[in-house]
């Protein structure tokens, strides 16, 4: 277990320190508040310094401040599971103590790029690409991620809703306002992204959001959100900017996912027309999509040749694995070797705002080793490098004409429940085991692949024993598990029942 040493009370409320852009405006602003105090009050007056104190220390503080209003991130609880974050005025600077005249307003300023600059990372956590940095035994799947949104419509207009939260509170990282919350998960051994932080840069009219995942204690989450820092960059210089969301963009694409988003869990019998048998050979550039380039599946055939169901894994390379699958695999085996039976959950789900998820029942199925030999052959006349692979194992039924993903036994008996979910390795439809890795990351890409050169890639899955009857292989880089696709029902999934 790696040790976590820093406390939270060890936490230091430094100032970044100032770029010269953010500086200048500062004196300017502070020449805009001071011209702004009204002569016929005299009484408890501020100086002249007092008042370029308070002005300059609030935008440090991260309150974006215009005449008389500053904007200050708090949370709100909303029902017993969630919390509001919000970006609110505050109307401090409007007092009878400061003397700015209330009501004035002047123009946000420009928003500029920025860069970011993190100052603190725990021992072992390296950056995998922007934004994102991960511990080195478990590389690219925990550590945390950040995200940032330019708030291009002003910054009251921030707020978002995080729900199953655990526990929040409001922070200070690196002297400007964010909040941490717990959310519910992480508890269970696996990694999941169970911590959020945000901070609002307002001085430069920037919201970070930070998914620290389980593995990240929460010392160490406060630690690398302190040590944050945003710098404004001239203009034209694009060196390592920060790609943030526009609020007024992301907010749009929220609402329009909201209503727009209907994933297509059903089609005509006629839709799998496409469908491959174990043994065919089909063409991967038979599917006529202008991303098919970015697919990474180029001039390639691709032909299933062999599908193995099995009790035991000894038929499995585990030196591919990473430390962590190897741990969790030797879970699902008795002493034996032998496959344990899989746990299937049976979940009411809750709201995240009133209820939770909650497990209402369980019990034991048998579980099957499937292990699936897919060959990769280039039938153009031009080498390939980094052959992208991937495999979707999709469950899928024949109902009324129609082809539907299978998600789990319907609900019946006397204790109501939602969905029936298998617990451990048996959950995962996407391809968790392969034994060939190229590409930059050493993952699911074939290196290189000369003309009529063939790639012999395995594949493996845990499949609760009663949904082998189900058993569909989606081979389209871009489809998924659990809804059919456009480009994945053009390339034809392979029929792979038992």
């Given at each position: 277990?790696?040790?976590?040493?820093?406390?939270?009370?060890?936490?230091?409320?430094?100032?970044?320190?100032?770029?010269?852009?953010?500086?200048?405006?500062?004196?300017?602003?502070?020449?805009?508040?001071?011209?702004?105090?009204?002569?016929?009050?005299?009484?408890?007056?501020?100086?002249?310094?007092?008042?370029?104190?308070?002005?300059?220390?609030?935008?440090?503080?991260?309150?974006?401040?215009?005449?008389?209003?500053?904007?200050?991130?708090?949370?709100?609880?909303?029902?017993?599971?969630?919390?509001?974050?919000?970006?609110e005025e505050m109307n401090q600077m409007e007092t009878e103590e400061n003397n700015l005249v209330a009501g004035q307003t002047q123009e946000v300023i420009d928003i500029k790029d920025v860069r970011m600059e993190v100052s603190y990372l725990p021992e072992g956590m390296v950056k995998t690409e922007d934004g994102k940095y991960s511990y080195t035994d478990a590389l690219y799947k925990g550590g945390v991620s950040i995200i940032f949104y330019k708030m291009d419509t002003g910054d009251a207009q921030f707020d978002m809703l995080t729900t199953n939260v655990k526990e929040s509170e409001e922070i200070k990282a690196g002297g400007y306002d964010g909040i941490y919350c717990e959310l519910y998960g992480g508890d269970d051994g696996e990694i999941s992204f169970n911590q959020r932080i945000y901070v609002a840069y307002t001085d430069v009219h920037?919201?970070?959001?930070?998914?620290?995942?389980?593995?990240?204690?929460?010392?160490?989450?406060?630690?690398?959100?302190?040590?944050?820092?945003?710098?404004?960059?001239?203009?034209?210089?694009?060196?390592?900017?920060?790609?943030?969301?526009?609020?007024?963009?992301?907010?749009?694409?929220?609402?329009?996912?909201?209503?727009?988003?209907?994933?297509?869990?059903?089609?005509?019998?006629?839709?799998?027309?496409?469908?491959?048998?174990?043994?065919?050979?089909?063409?991967?550039?038979?599917?006529?999509?202008?991303?098919?380039?970015?697919?990474?599946?180029?001039?390639?055939?691709?032909?299933?040749?062999?599908?193995?169901?099995?009790?035991?894994?000894?038929?499995?390379?585990?030196?591919?694995?990473?430390?962590?699958?190897?741990?969790?695999?030797?879970?699902?085996?008795?002493?034996?070797?032998?496959?344990?039976?899989?746990?299937?959950?049976?979940?009411?789900?809750?709201?995240?705002?009133?209820?939770?998820?909650?497990?209402?029942?369980?019990?034991?199925?048998?579980?099957?080793?499937?292990?699936?030999?897919?060959?990769?052959?280039?039938?153009?006349?031009?080498?390939?490098?980094?052959?992208?692979?991937?495999?979707?194992?999709?469950?899928?039924?024949?109902?009324?004409?129609?082809?539907?993903?299978?998600?789990?036994?319907?609900?019946?008996?006397?204790?109501?429940?939602?969905?029936?979910?298998?617990?451990?390795?048996?959950?995962?439809?996407?391809?968790?085991?392969?034994?060939?890795?190229?590409?930059?990351?050493?993952?699911?890409?074939?290196?290189?692949?000369?003309?009529?050169?063939?790639?012999?890639?395995?594949?493996?899955?845990?499949?609760?024993?009663?949904?082998?009857?189900?058993?569909?292989?989606?081979?389209?880089?871009?489809?998924?598990?659990?809804?059919?696709?456009?480009?994945?029902?053009?390339?034809?999934?392979?029929?792979?029942?038992?």
């Amino acid at each position: 277990m790696r040790q976590q040493e820093m406390k939270l009370e060890d936490l230091r409320q430094n100032f970044p320190e100032m770029p010269s852009e953010l500086r200048m405006m500062v004196e300017s602003e502070v020449q805009k508040q001071i011209s702004m105090v009204s002569p016929k009050r005299r009484k408890r007056h501020m100086g002249r310094k007092m008042i370029a104190a308070v002005i300059a220390a609030v935008m440090l503080l991260g309150t974006t401040v215009f005449a008389g209003v500053a904007y200050k991130m708090h949370s709100e609880p909303v029902g017993k599971y969630a919390v509001n974050t919000k970006i609110e005025e505050m109307n401090q600077m409007e007092t009878e103590e400061n003397n700015l005249v209330a009501g004035q307003t002047q123009e946000v300023i420009d928003i500029k790029d920025v860069r970011m600059e993190v100052s603190y990372l725990p021992e072992g956590m390296v950056k995998t690409e922007d934004g994102k940095y991960s511990y080195t035994d478990a590389l690219y799947k925990g550590g945390v991620s950040i995200i940032f949104y330019k708030m291009d419509t002003g910054d009251a207009q921030f707020d978002m809703l995080t729900t199953n939260v655990k526990e929040s509170e409001e922070i200070k990282a690196g002297g400007y306002d964010g909040i941490y919350c717990e959310l519910y998960g992480g508890d269970d051994g696996e990694i999941s992204f169970n911590q959020r932080i945000y901070v609002a840069y307002t001085d430069v009219h920037y919201v970070m959001e930070m998914y620290a995942a389980s593995d990240v204690s929460k010392e160490d989450a406060l630690k690398i959100a302190e040590g944050v820092h945003l710098q404004p960059v001239a203009d034209g210089d694009t060196q390592d900017i920060v790609h943030a969301y526009n609020w007024s963009a992301y907010m749009k694409s929220k609402n329009e996912e909201e209503i727009e988003w209907n994933p297509s869990v059903a089609v005509p019998k006629s839709a799998m027309k496409n469908t491959h048998a174990v043994g065919e050979a089909f063409a991967a550039a038979n599917v006529e999509l202008p991303e098919n380039d970015w697919l990474g599946l180029g001039n390639v055939e691709i032909k299933v040749t062999d599908v193995k169901v099995r009790d035991k894994i000894n038929m499995l390379d585990l030196s591919v694995l990473d430390d962590d699958l190897k741990e969790e695999l030797q879970k699902e085996i008795n002493q034996s070797g032998e496959l344990l039976p899989a746990k299937i959950n049976y979940i009411k789900y809750g709201n995240g705002i009133d209820t939770l998820n909650e497990v209402v029942d369980s019990r034991e199925v048998p579980q099957k080793l499937v292990y699936v030999t897919v060959e990769y052959t280039n039938i153009g006349s031009d080498e390939l490098d980094e052959v992208l692979f991937f495999g979707n194992l999709m469950k899928i039924v024949e109902e009324n004409v129609q082809m539907k993903i299978y998600t789990g036994e319907a609900s019946g008996g006397s204790v109501a429940w939602d969905d029936a979910v298998p617990e451990g390795i048996a959950r995962n439809r996407e391809m968790w085991y392969y034994d060939v890795h190229g590409g930059e990351r050493r993952n699911n890409y074939i290196t290189n692949l000369k003309a009529g050169e063939t790639a012999t890639v395995h594949m493996a899955w845990l499949v609760p024993e009663e949904e082998l009857g189900y058993m569909y292989l989606n081979l389209d880089t871009s489809g998924g598990s659990y809804e059919f696709n456009e480009s994945s029902l053009d390339l034809g999934y392979v029929d792979i029942r038992q």
